[in-house]
Structure formats: C-alpha cells, structure tokens
C-alpha cells in the first residue's frame, strides 16, 4: 500500500455566518445506503506556488465556498422510521495535509488503464463509520503532495446529502473560488420541492411500476444472494478508443433505425450483454440493469437552477440473457430506451409518493440484491462537470473514482486526453473478470 504521512489535519467552517436549522431530506436523500462517494484529482506539479500556499488557498477558498454550500458542514441525525435529517450546524468540514514517497507520474501514466487498487486509498480521507450518525462528516477534502511536488485531492461526500451533478456543482464553484473567480451558481437548497404531498396520498398498488425497490432478479435456483455477496470482488479500468467507441454506436444504429441510441445505451448495452456471457447465464436466467436518470428537467416544473441534493433515479431495465447475448445491439439499446423513457412527470411523483408511504426505509437500505450477480449498473459521468478543475495551478491530470470493487457496479468516464475515448471502472468478482474482458473487447472486434 502506498505510504502516505499525515502533516496536519484542520476542520474548516464556512467563513461566515450561516442558517442553522434542520433541514428535512427528500424521499430520494433517504433511499441510499449512508455512504460516501470517494473520487481524487492528480495535478501536475503547481508551477511558482509552494505547498504552503496551496494548502492556505484550498483551506481559505473551502471556508468561504462553505457560505453558501453550508449543508455540507452539517450532520445527518437518525429520525424514526429508518429515515434521516439534515442538521445544519456549521461544524466543518474536515480537512487533512498529506505527504506522500510515491512518485505521481507513477500513478497517473497507466492509471487509466490498469486495475484500480488499495494503494490509492489512502488519497482519500478516512470516514469512521463507528462513529454515531451525527459525528460522521458529510464531506472530507485530503490534500497529498508527492515526492515529484505534484498533488492530489482527494474528496469524499455523503450520498445521503448529494448526488453526482450537485457534487460536480460543489466541487465547480469551489475551484472557482480558489481561482478567484465569483460564485457562478447558487446551490438552491429548498427541497420541499421534491417531498412528497402532505399529507401523502393513498399508498401505490401498482407494484410493477417500482419493482426496483421490490425484488430484483436472483440467480436460477437461487432464494437469496446471500452466497455471491461472500465471493470476492476486484476493481479495474478498461479503455475503450474513440473508434471502438464509435464502432459500437454505429452497431447499435445499423440496419436503419430511427431511434439514433446515444453512445451511452450503445456502451451499456454492450456491458450488459459482455457481463451475461462472462457470468455465464443461462439463456433464461433473468437480469436487472440499472440506469441513473438525472430528473431535474424532466419534472415539470423543472427544478430550480442549481437544485441541491439528490436529484437522480435509479430506473431498472430487465432481460434474459439469452435474448441479450443472441440477438442485436439494437434490442438490448431498446430495453434501455424504455426504461429511461418512461420517466416523466408523472412518474418521479408516483416514485416519491411510493417511498413516502413506506413505513421504514431500512428495507429499502438493506436491499443488497440491487447490483450484483445477475444484475448490474452502469452509471455515466460522461456529461457531469466533474472534470477540468482548476484551482489556480491547472486542470487535473486524471480524475478517477477512488473505489469501485460492488460486484455489477459500472461507471463510464471519459478518456483523460479529450480524444473522444471512453473509460469504464468496473467492479466484479474476481472470476469473472478476466472474462469480462475477453468478451468486452473480442464482441467490438
């Protein structure tokens, strides 16, 4: 594991007063587990600036960019039912200085092709899960310098508070800050406008509509995942070129189709039928691909500006494999065209009224058939303003999720040079990987 020396460690509050108060979390805030999700920034070595001076600009532009970003320096507190509370308190944001042996130009050359790996965790700060559920940040920033003098940021947020546009949003307006440049966009906090009535309508019936949340595929034969969820599971990167990438979309659109699928549907449906055959499913074994639909213009109204919190929706697309594997991409794209078009308006109210009248949304947390064997996500990151942060010493080299080893869990990134290449992180059991890749790459070809 890489060494990685801890310099100092700072809590950093918003630089001026705030509104301090409990905020109620959506419907949506409250159906993911009460985790962090962990990515990490490599620079080059900052150019005419010392160590000292990046950690004074991050720590100073972290406190003021916390003015108006003041809920992530709250706490979650437990409220009956299984649900949860935003306290906005202004307790901080813990903020860790790091020094680290490893030379960065190490890390970053083949990174964004070779497997992800524990030696990069420590770039990232620690969260103690044994810590009460009012004691644990909801945000951790670490800053590492290298043996080269390039640095990394390292940044962890909890998912209950945001998803991935509105942490693309905090992480933006922060590098911003840090340039010293004005706020772009003020994050919109009012989250009544996706509660739920109140009071809440009379409980769905309509089971199909959210089978999501009801019980997804297991195995053939199977009366619980309890045995795959035991298997071990690895991490890797896989590269997919520009023209690879093409090949596919162009695969997915042939024999004159008039739906013009997107290149995400044309990789993930790629990804679902190279997993069916790498787990080696049955022709009639049932599987689940879960698709994260952003709903902020597709409400009407649409959302405010700026809207933040958790804001996307997990929509489930089904098959069996053997019409995965055997017939076109085309078809695999229209299962995942459905799905993603059937969420209008109607829709996103039905799901929030479905979870607001669950009497405990604990089922829903422990609901670990989710993702893993037969089912999978692929989730894109392809248009989230996640890359390009400058703090004042240039763009990343990479930007790369810190961890990603859920059996099923996909995530698709651009390439790190803009040439129109793709990356996708995967995490799968460890035996299946290999094939996985051998069928990913040989069905392209």
Known sequence: MMAVTIKGSYTVSPME????????????????????VPTIYFYHPPQNRTYSTIVSTLKNSLSRVLVPFYPLAGRLHSIPNGRLELHCNATGVP???????????????????????????????TVDYTLLIHEVP?????????????????????????DGPSAAHFMYEWARLARGEPLQTSPFHDRRVLRAREPPSAPLTDCHVHKEFHHPPLLLGKNDNAEERKKKTTMAVLKLSKTQVETLKRRANENGSCYNYSRYESVAAHIWRSACMARGHKHVQPTQLIVTVDTRCRMKPALPKGYFGNATLDIAAFGLAGDLVTKSLGYVCGIIRGAIEKVDDEYIRSEIEFLKNQEDLRRIHQNETFYGNPNLAVVSWLTLPMFGMDFGWGKEVLMVPATHDFDGDFMLLPGPHGDGSLLVALGLQLAHVDAFKKHFYLDIE
Do not use: K, N, Y
């Open 17 to 36: 007063t705030t509104w301090c108060g409990r905020m109620p979390l959506t419907e949506w805030d409250q159906t993911g587990t009460v985790t962090h």
């Open 95 to 125: 903020f860790v200085v790091a020094e680290s042996s490893s030379p960065l130009q190490h890390l970053a050359d083949d990174f964004s092709v070779s497997r992800l790996s524990s030696e990069h965790h420590p770039l990232v700060p």
């Open 138 to 162: 909801l945000l951790l920033i670490q800053l590492t310098r290298f043996a080269c003098g390039g640095v990394s940021i390292g940044m962890t947020i909890s998912h209950a508070v945001v």
